[in-house]
T-cell receptor, first 117, second 110 residues
Framework: NAGVTQTPKFQVLKTGQSMTLQCAQD?????MSWYRQDPGMGLRLIHY???????DQGEVPNGYNVSRSTTEDFPLRLLSAAPSQTSVYFC????????????????FGPGTRLLVL | QQQVKQSPQSLIVQKGGISIINCAYE??????FPWYQQFPGKGPALLIA?????SEKKEGRFTISFNKSAKQFSLHIMDSQPGDSATYFC?????????FGTGTSLTVIP
């Protein structure tokens, strides 16, 4: 298993440009999520999905869109990049530990480092 | 507002010593408390986790202590090794959302 993969590893954007960060997992996990990691802020949840066709907002969703058309893929779209979106982005996936969707162990990808000029 | 408060921000420990990292929370709906370890340039990886019905959990050199009444939990790393040098994050989960602490950079000196 490749686990959770993310592309690209590094990207430079100009303010106002749009782009999609790709995330894929081959573990058949229902739950997938996107985080951003900034110095001194820890990881903050952007969006998450508990299954194909279902997405919801996390702590910091503004400026980002997601969709989940398949179990495997969960792309994150930056609509109009801003310097405040300079960060390291992590995708994670998880499976249900029991009935009711008790998502627990999260498996993180290697991250995408984004610089917005 | 930080849902999970983590301290200290950085920690230096001698090899063989005990590393202690603390976290505090307010939301009583939190039902799962994991600790993640992150090495530079890598994604976080689950280290150990606890549920609120247990006061302590030990896995090898790593122990979580959980105080439900005080809404605090801590990670203890016994016999700390240079290979433990990493950033550690506590987290908490109510339902489908995870909230992370701000991280502790641990350096273990040989």
């Amino acid at each position: 298993n490749a686990g959770v993969t993310q592309t690209p590893k590094f990207q430079v954007l100009k303010t106002g440009q749009s782009m999609t960060l790709q995330c894929a997992q081959d573990m058949n996990h229902e739950y997938m999520s996107w985080y951003r990691q900034d110095p001194g802020m820890g990881l903050r949840l952007i969006h998450y999905s508990v299954g194909a066709g279902i997405t919801d907002q996390g702590e910091v969703p503004n400026g980002y869109n997601v969709s989940r058309s398949t179990t495997e893929d969960f792309p994150l779209r930056l609509l109009s990049a801003a310097p405040s979106q300079t960060s390291v982005y992590f995708c994670a996936s998880s499976y249900s530990a029991g009935a009711g969707g008790a998502w627990e162990t999260q498996y993180f990808g290697p991250g995408t480092r984004l610089l917005v000029l | 507002q930080q849902q999970v408060k983590q301290s200290p921000q950085s920690l230096i420990v001698q090899k063989g010593g005990i590393s202690i990292i603390n976290c505090a929370y307010e939301n009583t709906a939190f039902d799962y408390f994991p600790w993640y370890q992150q090495f530079p340039g890598k994604g976080p990886a689950l280290l150990i986790a606890i549920r609120p019905d247990v006061s302590e959990k030990k896995e090898g050199r790593f122990t979580i202590s959980f105080n439900k009444s005080a809404k605090q939990f801590s990670l203890h790393i016994m016999d700390s090794q240079p290979g433990d040098s990493a950033t550690y994050f506590c987290a908490a989960k109510p339902g489908n959302q995870f909230y992370f602490g701000t991280g502790t950079s641990l350096t273990v000196i040989p």
